[in-house]
């Protein structure tokens, strides 16, 4: 049973930086694309960085590339966001989610079958 665990939310001031970290276990075997979405008040739930283990690839939103780097600890089986130049638009629900097999251009969330608990990430002066 995939089971997928999120940490590190909180809240920080617009420029400011939050780690998060999805503790993951059950994936016994084959390739999977595991990631980070998102969803504020209002808003659909979206994709923001995903890692394929097949080709060690990483994708990002354009809404955070440059500021959000997604990281695979092979010894903690953590999967981690570094956020980096936070915005006030950036304020979410941050979900760890998982999928078997490879990423889909766009990260469409509805295709992401494990989902964590979800951690608030708050950006405010």
């Known amino acids: 049973q995939v089971q997928l665990v999120e940490s590190g939310g909180g809240s920080v001031q617009p420029g400011g930086s939050l780690r998060l970290s999805c503790a993951v276990s059950?994936?016994?075997?084959?390739?999977?694309?595991i990631g980070w979405f998102r969803q504020a008040p209002g808003k659909e739930r979206e994709g923001v960085s995903c890692?394929?283990?097949?080709?060690?690839?990483?994708y990002y939103a354009d809404s955070v590339k440059g500021r959000f780097t997604i990281s695979r600890d092979t010894a903690k089986n953590t999967v981690d966001l570094e956020m980096n130049a936070l915005q006030t638009e950036d304020t979410a629900v941050y979900y760890c989610?998982?999928?078997?097999?490879?990423?889909?251009?766009?990260?469409?969330?509805?295709?992401?079958?494990?989902w964590g608990q979800g951690t608030q990430v708050t950006v405010s002066s």
């Open positions: 989610a998982a999928r078997p097999g490879f990423t889909v251009a766009g990260m469409p969330p509805d295709l992401y079958e494990h």
């Open positions: 059950g994936f016994t075997s084959g390739y999977y694309s």
């Open positions: 890692f394929e283990s097949a080709t060690g690839s990483k």
